[in-house]
């Protein structure tokens, strides 16, 4: 079984370090791979690679980009399996209470957000509320001292999307006129 597989085992704990590895190699390759094309020196490349017919600023940068084009393209693929889980969104609270990075944090609110925007009439109403509850708790937790409304804008945002999602949700399920 890959490494990655244990993210799909909802019989299990869940390993948020490995979400967050995938994460962040989900997020967008060009600024360390762009810092490493900038930073590589052609006097340290081999001379066959710099007496060859092609264009090798093109090919140099194809090179240094091809191992982690793969990388962000195999953790995009995983992110996407994970999220069309329709289990997911039950690793959200413990996805946002342990991840560091931020990327991780708005990964697992948009699982959350995919919940609320095409699954969410298949929810039971009591795990309705307690999901509308827990997502006003976490952005009003996210707002709670200065220090916090200023690191955590992007994923308050995200959060706050959310919770109106959430909100739109119930609007059109408890309308007086049904759904429109």
Not at 110 to 119: F, I, N
Not at 144 to 164: F, W
Request: net charge negative.
């Amino acid at each position: 079984m890959a490494d990655y597989e244990k993210l799909f085992d909802f019989d299990d704990d869940f390993d948020v370090n490995l979400l967050e590895s995938i994460a962040v190699a989900a997020s967008s390759p060009k600024g360390q791979t762009h810092e490493m094309v900038r930073r590589t020196n052609t006097r340290d490349l081999p001379l066959p690679f710099l007496a060859s017919s092609f264009d090798w600023p093109v090919s140099l940068t194809v090179f240094l980009l091809l191992p982690s084009l793969v990388q962000f393209t195999l953790a995009n693929t995983i992110l996407d399996r994970f999220r069309q889980d329709p289990r997911a969104w039950t690793r959200v609270p413990t996805i946002l209470e342990h991840a560091q990075h931020p990327q991780t944090k708005r990964f697992a609110l948009s699982v959350m957000e995919c919940l609320v925007l095409y699954r969410w009439n298949s929810l039971p109403p009591d795990q309705q509320m307690n999901i509308r509850e827990y997502m006003i708790s976490y952005v009003m937790e996210l707002s709670s001292t200065p220090d916090s409304l200023q690191e955590s804008k992007l994923i308050r945002d995200k959060a706050n999307g959310v919770v109106v999602s959430v909100r739109h949700q119930f609007l059109i399920i408890y309308s007086p006129f049904g759904s429109l």
